[in-house]
């Protein structure tokens, strides 16, 4: 573990502070080994004169995330290290009011197979062509052959939805379920899934309604992913399969905030969150399209924000509210300011797709490829190992938000998807064409967007009640 390597003043070790730290340190849920890295995290912010405002606790903390030796959880560590401080022992007059819990989510790295980057970290080769596999070869029965058979599939099964350039989300769902699919018919039909056929098919989804009790929408899923691997992998173009049962229940109406309701949880949200739910309210953006922005998707002039790669491959443009014009540009300012610090000592550079990091070397530390919602901390890429900044964690956005909606006891079952809901179900309100609210979702069919239709207040977009004529 990296150490904070300011040493402690001399005399610390007797001030009534120091002592009534320690005694808080061993009151909570905190391991006696991390103790002693939680005084000297707080010696080092104090050393730094980060007590004597929100700001220049924010801009010890800037520094701190520069370090490429250090792990997000260190660094969250230190921010509760200094809040315990701030707030319990010292009782700092800003500090209650600082975002202590949204500076440590800040620092949440992504996983090594995350949707921002699995494409590059998972890597898969071309196939080569091999001699034909033996029919007869004996079926996988111990774990390790069993695993080596799953780990096999799935190779084959990238390599088909990259050829077919589909989402990594795609590939994500579709890999999830065919392991799951492969291990069924191993284990329960001792077949290989080529052997059992199309019967295997029919088996697991009433294996997935009747005993695991999933969702007609899980089951679509999962029936997808399977009709894609038996096509693309096994090769079987044509098949049929018999119906399976089915779960009960068609797909459930959005949960839908009234204006009153988004204004009471963007109230209780703090910059960068604030700033993100709002940019997913006005402009009905989905929570990874959000945080996946950089700085030259906004466009002041023309008043919209670009997305790109969004569900299913698409590109759109979307309005940038004008109310976020004035602050957005404070906010970037900001960001700018941190980027520059940040070249300075070397570390300003994002992570970029590899093939344009390849095209581009340098794009990377340029200002307008910059995160609109970057990290806290800098982390290494799953694969390539190289040093920069991602975005913000969908986690920590989702944390942060669910928080705000707790604070303001709405008995809903909200979540941040629920901007994009009311987005789309308050511009029908107004009176906007379906057409348009379909185009600025990303919706492939207005089929999709006419659920919407089903909780506007005015149902019928609007239409008045016969009894009201006159």
Known sequence: MSKPTTPPPDGSAATPARLNFLQR?????????????????????????????????????????????????????????????????????????????????????????????????????????????????????????IGAEIERIVEALRRAIRLADLAYTTEQTYVHWSVRFTRFCLIKLKQTPQAAGTVAITAYLDYLALE???????????????????????????????????????????????????????????????????????????????????????????????????????????????????????????????????????????HLPESLSRKYPNAGREWCWQWLFPSATLCPHPRTGRISRYHVHEDSMARQFRGAVHKTGIAKRITTHSMRHSFATHLLESGTDIRTVQDLLGHASVETTMIYLHVMKRPGAGAPSPLDFG
């Not at 104090?46 to 995330?65: E, H, K, P, V, W």
């Not at 009709?227 to 068609?250: H, N, Q, W």
């Open 25 to 145: 340190l061993e009151s909570l849920a905190i391991r006696p080994a991390a103790r002693d890295y939680y005084v000297r995290w707080a010696e080092n912010w104090i050393n730094a004169r980060g007590n004597r405002s929100a700001d220049t606790t924010s801009a010890y903390f800037d520094a701190l995330g520069r370090s490429t030796h250090l792990a997000d959880w260190q660094f969250r560590q230190a921010v509760d290290a200094a809040r315990i401080l701030a707030c319990e022992i010292l009782t700092l007059p800003w500090a209650a009011a600082f975002d202590w819990q949204g500076l440590a989510a800040q620092a949440h790295q992504l996983e090594p197979d995350h949707r921002t980057h699995g494409r590059e970290a998972i890597q898969v080769r071309a196939l080569l062509p091999t001699p034909p596999s033996d029919p007869a070869a004996p079926l996988p029965e111990t774990g390790a052959e």
């Open 212 to 350: 695991r009790r999933v969702s007609s929408s899980t089951q679509k899923q999962a029936l997808n992913a399977i009709v894609f691997l038996t096509r693309k992998v096994f090769g079987i173009e044509e098949f049929t399969i018999e119906k399976p049962a089915s779960a009960t229940g068609g797909r459930r109406p959005p949960v839908v905030m009234t204006r009153e309701e988004v204004r009471e949880v963007l109230a209780r949200l703090q910059n960068p969150w604030k700033l993100a739910a709002q940019i997913m309210y006005g402009s009905g953006l989905r929570l990874a399209e959000c945080l996946r922005l950089r700085v030259k998707d906004l466009d002041f002039g023309q008043g919209t924000i670009a997305i790109h790669d969004g569900k299913n491959r698409k590109h759109r443009i979307v309005p940038l509210p004008r109310s976020l014009e004035s602050p957005l540009k404070e906010y970037l300012e900001k960001l700018r300011d941190r980027h520059l610090q940040d070249l300075a000592v070397g570390t300003g550079e994002v």
